[in-house]
């Protein structure tokens, strides 16, 4: 199974994911934005789209949703009834409710043989930051699903984020706490070809990751005001 991301090139800073499965010409799309981009993609490799997946409700993440299910006949999961998906028998994806940047939010990981390859954080996690609750989201409880996914996410899986905001984030990290590791994260960012990276970096450089309940909450009021 691989995955491909596509940088949207829109103001939000979107990413969209395609998994694919090259011997069965099969594929999946996560948070659709521009319906042309992924088709582009998939008819330049002859896939055929067999479910389009979401996140969250947000509209930056359901934009193409409509169109690439007309034009592949493909299905729609089901965020209401959240089941895990298989999409071939070596692999699937695992559901995981993480409410708080909306109360239906939720992220996948991608395992394959019972490791977690990847991990899919839609707008509930970013590079160096977490998502805003200001569209129907409740920071408290953002709070305790970045608690159970620092447990719950495998270290060595690679981290798939909903948006381009590292280096945004850092620039808010170091206006907080002038530290010598966000500042070579900067560099590292800026340096970079890829915005794919282990999930273990995020538990280092993330000053969300690394704070009591009360000083989240904090942070992410002074983030909003930023
Ligand atoms: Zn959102």
Same mark, same amino acid.
């Given at each position: 199974?691989?995955?491909?991301?596509?940088?949207?090139?829109?103001?939000? =800073?979107?990413?969209?994911?395609?998994?694919?499965?090259?011997?069965? =010409?099969?594929?999946?799309?996560?948070?659709?934005?521009?319906?042309?981009?992924?088709?582009?993609?998939?008819?330049?490799?002859? %896939?055929? @789209?067999?479910?389009? /997946?979401?996140?969250? !409700?947000?509209?930056?993440?359901?934009?193409?949703?409509?169109?690439?299910?007309?034009? %592949?006949?493909?299905?729609?999961?089901? /965020?209401?009834?959240? #089941?895990?998906?298989? @999409?071939?028998?070596?692999?699937? !994806?695992?559901?995981?409710?993480?409410?708080?940047?909306?109360?239906?939010?939720?992220?996948?990981?991608?395992?394959?043989?019972?490791?977690?390859?990847?991990?899919?954080?839609?707008?509930?996690?970013?590079?160096?930051?977490?998502?805003?609750?200001?569209?129907?989201?409740?920071?408290?409880?953002? %709070?305790?699903? /970045?608690?159970?996914?620092?447990?719950?996410?495998?270290?060595?899986?690679?981290? %798939?984020?909903?948006?381009?905001?590292?280096?945004?984030? !850092?620039?808010?990290?170091?206006?907080?706490?002038?530290?010598?590791?966000?500042?070579?994260?900067?560099?590292?960012?800026?340096?970079?070809?890829?915005?794919?990276?282990?999930?273990?970096?995020? @538990?280092?450089?993330?000053?969300?990751?690394?704070?009591?309940?009360?000083?989240? /909450?904090?942070? =992410?009021?002074?983030? #909003?005001?930023?």
């Amino acid at each position: 199974m691989k995955v491909e991301q596509i940088n949207v090139g829109n103001a939000l =800073r979107n990413f969209v994911y395609v998994l694919y499965n090259e011997p069965t =010409r099969q594929a999946w799309v996560i948070d659709p934005y521009d319906a042309k981009q992924v088709a582009n993609f998939l008819d330049a490799h002859q %896939y055929k @789209l067999e479910m389009v /997946i979401n996140t969250h !409700l947000h509209f930056d993440h359901t934009k193409g949703n409509e169109e690439l299910l007309k034009k %592949y006949n493909s299905k729609l999961w089901d /965020i209401h009834n959240p #089941d895990d998906i298989e @999409l071939t028998p070596e692999w699937k !994806l695992e559901v995981r409710k993480s409410p708080g940047h909306t109360m239906e939010h939720v992220v996948f990981a991608l395992v394959n043989k019972a490791e977690q390859k990847g991990f899919f954080g839609g707008d509930t996690l970013f590079h160096n930051g977490v998502g805003n609750c200001k569209n129907g989201g409740k920071v408290e409880v953002l %709070y305790e699903t /970045i608690q159970d996914l620092k447990s719950w996410v495998n270290p060595s899986a690679l981290f %798939y984020t909903g948006h381009d905001y590292g280096l945004s984030n !850092l620039e808010f990290s170091l206006s907080h706490k002038p530290l010598e590791v966000y500042k070579k994260e900067v560099e590292r960012l800026e340096n970079s070809s890829t915005r794919v990276f282990p999930f273990d970096r995020e @538990l280092k450089t993330n000053i969300f990751l690394n704070v009591d309940r009360e000083d989240f /909450i904090e942070l =992410r009021k002074k983030r #909003d005001n930023w």
